[in-house]
C-alpha cells in the first residue's frame, strides 16, 4: 500500500511538474485563436488588465508569449514545431533543471538568434551546442516563406516525449517581426499559479473578468487526454489499497482463530476461576492488535526502504513515449503514510471484533473435560 501510495502520487506529481514548466497552468488568448500554439490573431492586454492578474492573490507569475509553428532545417534533414518566443525577462527556473546541455538564452533589446532546443529535436538533426539551423514560417503576404538562421545555445530534456518534439524557445522579437505585429501584441498571456487545487476557480474569476475577444483555457483543457489518464492513478490507488486490507483482515482473522482454537482448554480453566467473557475478548484483542502493529511497522520499514532506494538510483526505468517518464517517480508524504497507517490498523482491528466473540462460545466443563 505504502509503495502504491509513493508510486501513484509520485507518477501523478511528476507529470503534472513536466507540464506546467514547460506549459502555463492558465493561457489567455484571442477567442478566434484555436487551442493549438498557431496563433493567428494577436491580443493587446492594457497594464489595467495586467494589474488586475497581478492582484489575484493565486497567481505566482505572468508571462508573455507568441508561438508559431515552423520548419527547422538543416543540410541533411528537417522537422516541424513551434517556435516559443519569449521576453527578455522570461522566468525559466522552470526549465533550467532539464537542460543537459549549454545554457538558458539571454534577450537584449536587440534582435537574438540564440534558441534553446529539445534533446530530441538535437539528436534527430544532429544539432549541437553553438550549432546553426535555418527555420522556416509561412508568409501570408508572399508565397515565399521567411526563413532565419537560429544558434543552438542549450539543450534540454524533460523526458516526457510530447513536450520536447514540440517546442523551441527563442526570442519573441523574431517572431513579432515575422508576423509583423505591434510591440505590445502577443499571442497569448501564459498565468502561472501557486496551488493547482485554486486552477478552476481562478480562471472562472479571470474569465469572468476578462474583455469580451478573451478566452481561458486551463492546462487541464489543453492536455485533457494527459490529465484524465493520471487521474487514473487514484482509482488505481484506491482499489490497491482496499484489496491490501481486505487481505490483511482475512489474515488476522484467520490469526485470532488460530489463536482462540490453541487456547480452548485454557478459555475454559479461566472462566472456571471467573473471568468474564469481556475480559477474554479484550485480551484476544489486544493480542492480535499487537502482531497488527508489529506488521505495520515492518511493513512501514519494507516499504519505505524501497520508495527511497528508487528515488536516489531509479532502479525501475520506463519508456517516456509511453508514461512520460524515464523512470518510476517516487513522492512520499508523510501525512498519507500516517492516515495510511491508522486507516489500516483500525480497519483490522474492527475486523476482529466479531471473530473474539467466540470466547463467549467455549465452555469451561466441555473444554477442560476435553483435556
Request: hydrophobic residues 45%; glycine residues 4%; proline residues 3%.
Amino acid at each position: 500500500m505504502i509503495i502504491s501510495i509513493g508510486v501513484g502520487f509520485g507518477m501523478q506529481r511528476e507529470i503534472k511538474e513536466k507540464i506546467s514548466s514547460f506549459e502555463s497552468h492558465i493561457i489567455i488568448q484571442s477567442f478566434n485563436n484555436t487551442i493549438n500554439e498557431n496563433s493567428v490573431n494577436p491580443i493587446s492586454p492594457n497594464l489595467k488588465f495586467i494589474d488586475y492578474l497581478n492582484s489575484i492573490p493565486e497567481v505566482k507569475n505572468i508571462e508573455r508569449t507568441i508561438s508559431k509553428f515552423g520548419i527547422v532545417r538543416t543540410t541533411q534533414d528537417f522537422d516541424g514545431l513551434y517556435f516559443k518566443g519569449l521576453e527578455k525577462n522570461y522566468d525559466f527556473s522552470r526549465i533550467k533543471k532539464y537542460i543537459v546541455e549549454g545554457k538558458i538564452p539571454l534577450f537584449s533589446d536587440d534582435f537574438s538568434n540564440d534558441v534553446l532546443i529539445s534533446k530530441t529535436l538535437a539528436d534527430k538533426l544532429n544539432l549541437k551546442v553553438d550549432g546553426s539551423f535555418q527555420m522556416l514560417f509561412s508568409n501570408y503576404d508572399n508565397p515565399n516563406p521567411y526563413v532565419i538562421k537560429l544558434i543552438v545555445v542549450g539543450i534540454y530534456d524533460s523526458g516526457f516525449e510530447e513536450l520536447d518534439s514540440k517546442f523551441i524557445f527563442g526570442d519573441i522579437k523574431q517572431i513579432r517581426r515575422i508576423s509583423k505585429w505591434d510591440d505590445d501584441e502577443i499571442s497569448s498571456l501564459e498565468i502561472f499559479i501557486h496551488d493547482m487545487k485554486y486552477l478552476q476557480s481562478t480562471s472562472e474569476n479571470i474569465y469572468l473578468n476578462s474583455p469580451p475577444d478573451y478566452d481561458v483555457i486551463t492546462i487541464k483543457q489543453k492536455y485533457f487526454s494527459v490529465y484524465e489518464w493520471i487521474g487514473l492513478f487514484d482509482k488505481n490507488i484506491y482499489a490497491i489499497i482496499f484489496i491490501m486490507i481486505l487481505v490483511a483482515s482475512v489474515n488476522i482473522i484467520s490469526v485470532l482463530l488460530v489463536l482462540i482454537l490453541e487456547r480452548t482448554n485454557m478459555i475454559g480453566i479461566l472462566k472456571a476461576f471467573g473471568l468474564s467473557n469481556k475480559s477474554l475478548q479484550k485480551f484476544f484483542i489486544y493480542t492480535a492488535s499487537y502482531l497488527i502493529l508489529i506488521g505495520i511497522l515492518i511493513g512501514n520499514v519494507i516499504g519505505l526502504l524501497i520508495l527511497t532506494i528508487q528515488n536516489k538510483y531509479k532502479i525501475i526505468t520506463l519508456d517516456p513515449k509511453i508514461y512520460y517518464v524515464d523512470s518510476v517517480p517516487v513522492f512520499i508524504e508523510f501525512s498519507h503514510i500516517f492516515i495510511l497507517n491508522i486507516i489500516v490498523f483500525m480497519l483490522c482491528v474492527i475486523s476482529i471484533f466479531f471473530p473474539s466473540l467466540l470466547v463467549s462460545k467455549v465452555s469451561p466443563k466441555d473444554s477442560i473435560k476435553f483435556n
